[in-house]
Structures are given as C-alpha cells and as structure tokens.
C-alpha cells in the first residue's frame, strides 16, 4: 500500500516533517485550522479549516484515501488531539503524534505550575505587575478579570479586535526566538513575571532561558490530559514509522 498521510500542522515539527516528506516523495496534504492568517509556506498541498467535529475528519479520510495521520498540532490543541484519536480509530487510519517533550525545569528556574488557563487567571489575581503573556491570542480575554496588570503580548499577526486590557503592548513576531533577543524584549519593557504555556521544544523556550537570566518568576501552564496514542518527538521517527506502517515505502 502507498502511503497518502495527512498532517495536521501548525507547528515548526510539521513544516520540517512536511519537508522531509517532498524530499523522500511521499504524498500527503498538511491542514491548518486557519488560527494564522499568514501560516509558514509548505512544501506539500495544503488546507485551512476545521473539519466539521469527529465525523467530519472521518468523511475526510475515507473520501481521500488518508492512510496515515500525523498530530502535529500544537501540544494544547487538545480538541484536534483528541478528535485525531477517535476518528482514526473509527476510519482504521495509522495515527502517529508527532509532539515535543515539555519543558522542565532546572537550576536558577523559578517556576509556579498551573494545570490550565484557568489556574493561571487565579495566580494573576495579584497586585500590578509587567506581565509577559506568553499564551497566544485565542487566550487573551480570558485575562481580562485581571486589568491591574501591564501585559506584554507577542503575536503571529496584528490583533484585529479591540484588546481586553487597559494597558499593554503588543510585539508582532513569529518564533523561533533567541535568548538574547528575548532578555532585550523584556529588559525594554520592564517584564517583572512571564506567564507561558508549556509548549516544549526550542523555538520558543527563549523566553523561558531570558526569565532565568534575569531572576524573573514563571507561570508555567501545563499540558491538557490527551487519550492514549502513539507518539514521536522527532521528523527521522515519524518516516521510520510510516516506512514500517503498512506502506509500499523504503524510507
């Protein structure tokens, strides 16, 4: 059987899968949720949109011959997550993660964790501070019961709704990001705490290694519960998987 595998991206993992992908001739299509209104340019076919719930992912596979499916989403889209999971088991479609190991912490981190976006409105319930809100925009008026605050908000593209806040400032940026680039941000605009979700990987860890160099606490917001399912922390295992997933291929 030939391989014909879609990658639900959104992450730096899915656009270096998509281009081991090309270069090893492999056919498949990637698929945004259509959250970023200028996603990083593929090297396969790709489509922007939801997919209409479980169901619809499953009419999806059958109706394109889908043989495998990569999760390469961001680690809290966990709707996605757990959708892949049960539609692929109804369709009987190959499911493979492919997501990065959480950050940790280690010497000189000062972190709090929190077990959601809720827990880390609680731990901002706190006198004014200069807050970096590290949580992407989809979160932002979730924190609006916190207006005391200065935030620092780094987006992938320009806000077009009002923001909930009586005062911040808004930095437009696409990751990866440096350490020295990051402990300029912060020094520049006087960040006193960073709130950040638990992401993993290195593309946006700088902040996490600016906030150590300068002393500065973290609200550490950790992963969601997913359902059980295969997972891989890199592009090399992904295509030794799909190589020995009941596929035609010699990769």
Known sequence: MTA?????GGTTEATALCRRMAEAGIAGTISF?????????????QRIGGF???????????AEGITHVVDATHPFAAQMSANAVAACGEAGVQLIALTRAPWVAGSGDDWSHVPDIAGAVAALDRPAMRVMLAVGRMHLVEFAPNPQHVYLLRLVDPPTDALPFPDCHVVVDRGPFTEAGDLAL????????????????????????????LGLPV????????????????????LEWIAHAGTDLGV
């Open 186 to 213: 912060m020094r520049a605009h006087g960040t006193q705490l960073v709130v950040s979700k638990n992401s993993g990987g290195t593309g946006a860890s700088a902040k996490l290694a600016a906030a150590r160099s």
């Open 33 to 45: 949720a259509g959250r970023v209104a200028r996603p990083v340019r593929q090297p396969l076919p």
């Open 4 to 8: 014909n595998l879609l990658v639900l």
């Open 52 to 62: 209409g719930g479980v169901g619809g992912l499953v009419a999806y596979l059958r």
């Open 219 to 238: 609200i550490m917001i950790d992963r969601p519960a997913l359902p059980a399912r295969r997972e891989a922390h890199d592009v090399e295992e992904v």
